[in-house]
């Protein structure tokens, strides 16, 4: 009942503002993929961001929009249980560590700075490819492998925005710190979401939870009511060869379970 009063609260308001979709997306900001989902009856609870930005741009209050988003999230009868990521509309490159160009390391953390032209190259049509079955109903798994500053996340960023009209969402686990983060959420992961891993030694050798979450990646992929998720990690060459090279026969085999991904260590794969 939360997420029906809001939705009506929204919806109301937009009418009484007498605006549409496209013109309510630019007022709040946002992409009108990610107004339209808001909207929908029979879409995910939207994120607080999304709530917030709406209820300004509507002129509604936005402490109690809030609170009918939390009521919403947290009512596991309603099948709208909140989900990890937001829509991959809202998100800024900036805040998934997709770098602007120039070089300057004190600045590439700032959301301030465009993007510039993107240059396709062959991996990226590996990645389409990758994106057009998942698009179809398949869950996929996709890892760059390339040395520092080569574009493997700008890369998987230009691949994912087809997947934004379609309303898929984006989860970047990253708090308290990526292992914790991800091992914690993977179970909870909805069909239709990228799972982004970019610099994925953090998640895949985490000497605690790599193990762990190398297996709850498998399951993702594998069950099929989990499904369709594309999950997306970059990797320098000498990671990926950590991982994917088998022991000895009497050494330890630390990295069995992300070994089962198949990932290929050579750059550009």
Request: hydrophobic share 35%; glycine share 8%.
């Amino acid at each position: 009942m939360a997420l029906v009063e809001l939705r009506e609260r929204l919806s109301s308001a937009l009418a009484r503002a007498r605006l549409d979709k496209t013109q309510l997306a630019k007022r709040a900001g946002l992409g009108r993929t990610t107004v339209s989902e808001a909207l929908r009856s029979d879409a995910s609870v939207p994120s607080a961001e999304t709530v917030a930005a709406l209820a300004r741009a509507l002129s509604l209050p936005v402490g109690e929009l809030l609170e009918l988003r939390r009521g919403a999230a947290a009512d596991p009868s309603s099948g709208q249980s909140e989900a990890p990521g937001k829509s991959i509309g809202e998100w800024e490159p900036h805040d998934l560590e997709v770098h602007p160009a120039g070089g300057d390391a004190s600045r590439q953390g700032s959301s301030s700075l465009p993007l510039p032209g993107y240059v396709r190259r062959e991996h990226d049509k590996g990645l389409m490819q990758a994106v057009r079955e998942c698009a179809q109903g398949h869950s996929r798994m996709v890892v760059l492998v390339g040395t520092s500053s080569t574009g493997k996340t700008r890369a998987c960023w230009e691949a994912v925005q087809p997947l934004a009209g379609q309303g898929w969402r984006l989860w970047h686990p990253f708090d308290p710190t990526r292992g914790e983060s991800a091992l914690e959420d993977l179970h909870r992961v909805q069909p239709r979401t990228v799972v982004w891993l970019n610099e994925a030694q953090h998640y895949l050798g985490d000497p605690k939870f790599g193990e762990r979450i190398a297996a709850a990646i498998h399951a993702s992929l594998t069950e099929p009511t989990r499904g369709p998720v594309l999950v997306l990690g970059t990797l320098w060459p000498e990671y990926a060869a950590q991982y994917t090279d088998r022991p000895s026969p009497h050494e330890a085999d630390p990295h069995s379970r992300v070994r089962e991904l198949g990932l290929d260590p050579r750059p550009g794969s």
